[in-house]
């Protein structure tokens, strides 16, 4: 299928569609112990459901979006480790995204977690905001599936295309400055 529309989310939409997820994981009865979440999308979905869940949060950085708007796809890179505040990775994870588009990230993030941490793992689950048909992975939750697989413009993007410059002109100091 190919891109046929946008998808334009706001603020309230994007953590009205956090805690739905939420509530899709929780009436599901699955218990976990640990979230990994996908840099940077998934951190945001992540830390809220961390907070929401009182779990630990782990962040896996991964990139294979750049060029202009970063809507070129491009080689996946995962980051060399996990950052997280444990010892040891829980056992029942969460593994968690914004979204999945082809579905390769999260695909080759299962084998990578695998790889690495298999050890301590008992299960993964995965868990989106937005599930779209061309991907080649169903995730375990996620709140919308979209058949028609749109670019999704998530309220965080504009912050792409400014600079610290450009934003500091529109804005007032909140404080003094430290010198």
């Known amino acids: 299928m190919s891109e046929t529309s946008d998808l334009y989310v706001t603020w309230a939409d994007y ?4 805690e739905q997820l939420s509530t899709l994981i929780y009436q599901s009865g699955w218990e976990f112990n640990q ?3 996908l840099a940077k999308g998934g951190v945001r979905v992540g830390d809220i459901l961390s907070r929401l869940y009182d779990v630990p949060l782990a962040i ?3 990139s294979s979006y750049g060029g202009p708007n970063n809507r070129l796809r491009g080689s996946l890179t995962f980051s060399q480790d996990l950052t997280k505040t444990t010892a040891n990775l829980g056992s029942h994870i969460l593994l968690v995204d914004d979204l999945v588009d082809s579905g390769i990230t999260l695909q080759r993030t299962l084998t990578w977690l695998d790889r690495r ?3 301590y793992i008992d299960e993964v689950r995965t868990a989106v905001l937005w599930y779209k048909a061309c991907s080649v992975i ?4 996620y ?3 979209l058949p028609h697989n749109p670019w999704i413009h998530q309220p965080f ?3 792409e295309q400014m600079t610290p410059a450009e934003l500091a002109a529109k804005t ?3 404080a003094s400055p430290v010198s």
Not at 138 to 141: R, S
Request: charged share 20%; hydrophobic share 40%; proline share 8%.
């Open 35 to 37: 979230i990994v979440c």
């Open 143 to 145: 709140v919308d599936h």
């Open 15 to 18: 953590h009205q569609k956090i």
């Open 138 to 141: 169903a995730p375990d939750y």
């Open 157 to 159: 993007e504009r912050y």
């Open 172 to 174: 007032a100091p909140a």
């Open 60 to 62: 896996l950085a991964t």
């Open 117 to 119: 941490y298999g050890f």
